[in-house]
């Protein structure tokens, strides 16, 4: 058993953009069911101090000072069901309309990092293994090993780097190195850290940590290659030995349509016929659609853009909507794809709709209500929809790449084998045809359809098996 600090930019129940803040909020609660020290640490976003402040408990304040960075964090804390969490405040920085995607990224996060360190020291908590997500975190290693070289209590800890998505890399200007983050400008003339012309946060991480993981074994497999590299194959190729992918589990106190409030109707495996229909009945309701059980509802939750495969969609909307039918989808990114969703809307009244924003009880509502869900993705790391959506006997349509390949076990008519619907290539006529296949399995295989609700809701997505994975790298380091 150890102690862990998870490090990440955003983690349930307190701020979520995306899957990353789903792991953050369940990895550490089961490490923590089974006896270990598991402890948060994220920045104080303006959404944190409106929503929580209030039952944050102040912890200390101190100096940080990196490069030509000189200023003040102050930590806040709360604990729960057993999972410690810290709380970076830092108005500047992090009290913003958003997360991300600001001109000072790369000093923000470098600030970040500077103050989890610093931290440490201040309340004098020492982890057995830091414990870092994505780019934001990826400087965290190396300053531990530049800055604190000669205290034994920073390098006695081990580092596990966390990639969620290589498409995001923290790719800043080299002057950061030295300004913001505080290090020689030799880790950049030697190449280290040089990437693009510039440093990369998350090159950094890779190179730094004890161990590299990602989050599907197939992932961890593409991104050696040119085609999921992202220009990183080459680095992730020179710690291939340390390189590992442990998928991720759901958080299954959160999603399990057995106790949901938000649902219409609780169900389980053994109620889903009546469960599914009075959910699907008050989705079509609540969202205009025309109120029938007997149509294929298909769902979509996702963030709008490429790497969703939201293009393919939108390239076979019309051959789509001439099938029989609905579409209900709730997402927002690119400014273009909303507007074709917004047409297709206008164009198939009672048939498709479109919510366009990010809301936490609709998605509940769409995972519960219909029948299959789609995901086309390019390339998908994980993917957590395809799993909420199976345990929510809603069948997904995957592409066979990632998380997605090594989640959904595809249909096999002859064994009813299955939890979902595949196909292999990115392809909007590939993915077309298996759209098709799955209307068709609907409405005339019905009882091949049950069989697969029941092997979707059956299928294990928790953190179960992921959980002791973890415990053994952890493990392997020491
Ligand atoms: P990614 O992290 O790449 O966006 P994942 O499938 O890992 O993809 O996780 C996405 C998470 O965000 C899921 O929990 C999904 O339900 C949720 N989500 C995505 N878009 C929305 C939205 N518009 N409203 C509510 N939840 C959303
Ligand atoms: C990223 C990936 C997604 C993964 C999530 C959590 O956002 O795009 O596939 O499920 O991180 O690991």
Redesign the pocket.
């Known amino acids: 058993m150890s102690s862990v600090l998870f490090v990440a930019s955003e983690g349930l129940p307190f701020i979520?953009?995306?899957?990353?803040?789903?792991v953050i909020g369940s990895l550490p609660k089961e490490l923590v069911r089974k006896g270990d020290d598991a402890r948060v640490i994220m920045p104080l976003y303006l959404k944190i101090v409106n929503q929580h402040k209030e039952n944050l408990e102040k912890l200390c304040t101190f100096d940080v000072h990196s490069g030509n960075l000189h200023t003040v964090a102050t930590i806040y804390t709360t604990v729960r069901e057993g999972v410690t969490y810290y709380f970076v405040e830092h108005q500047g920085y992090f009290e913003r309309g958003g997360l991300y995607g600001y001109d000072d990224d790369g000093e923000r996060f470098a600030f970040f990092t500077k103050a989890v360190l610093e931290m440490l020291n201040q309340i004098d908590y020492f982890p057995d293994i830091v414990h870092c997500h994505d780019w934001h975190t990826g400087m965290l290693a190396l300053m531990c090993k530049d800055h604190y070289a000669n205290d034994e209590r920073y390098q006695n800890m081990k580092h596990v780097m966390t990639i969620?998505?290589l498409a995001f890399q923290g790719n800043f200007s080299a002057d950061l190195l030295y300004n913001c983050l505080g290090m020689d400008m030799k880790y950049y003339f030697d190449g280290t850290v040089r990437f693009h012309n510039g440093i990369s946060y998350l090159k950094a991480g890779i190179l730094f940590s004890d161990k590299v993981t990602t989050v599907s074994d197939t992932y961890a497999h593409e991104i050696l290659t040119k085609e999921f590299g992202e220009n990183m194959e080459g680095v992730l190729e020179s710690r291939a030995w340390d390189l590992s992918g442990i998928v991720?589990g759901i958080d299954c106190d959160l999603w399990n349509p057995k106790t949901d409030s938000l649902l219409a109707k609780n169900y389980d495996v053994k109620s889903f016929v009546g469960g599914k229909k009075a959910n699907k009945r008050a989705l079509q309701e609540a969202m205009g659609l025309r109120v029938a059980d007997d149509v294929l509802l298909i769902g979509m939750?996702?963030?709008l853009t490429w790497?969703?495969g939201v293009y393919l969609l939108v390239e076979k909307m019309y051959e789509l909507m001439g099938q029989d039918v609905q579409l209900v989808i709730?997402?927002?990114g690119e400014t273009n794809i909303e507007n074709e969703f917004k047409q297709i809307e206008y164009r198939f009244p009672r048939r498709a709709v479109y919510?366009c924003?990010?809301?936490?009880e609709?998605?509940h509502q769409i995972?519960a209500g219909c029948d299959a869900f789609l995901?086309p993705s390019l390339f998908?790391?994980?993917?957590?929809?395809?799993l909420?959506s199976m345990r929510y006997g809603t069948l997904p349509i995957v592409r066979e790449t990632g998380g997605l390949k090594d989640t959904v076990i595809p249909y096999n008519q002859y064994t009813k084998e299955g939890t979902g619907f595949t196909f292999a290539n990115f392809n909007a006529d590939e993915m077309m045809n298996m759209i098709k296949y799955c209307i068709y399995v609907y409405y005339m295989q019905k009882e091949d359809w049950k069989t697969l609700v029941a092997n979707a809701m059956k299928a294990d997505v928790s953190w179960e098996a992921s959980c002791r994975k973890y415990f053994e790298l952890y493990d392997s380091m020491f």
């Open positions: 979520k953009s995306g899957g990353l803040a789903d969620h998505n991720n939750v996702s963030r790497q969703k709730l997402g927002t919510y924003g990010y809301n936490e609709l998605a995972y995901m998908e790391p994980c993917g957590l929809s395809q909420i």
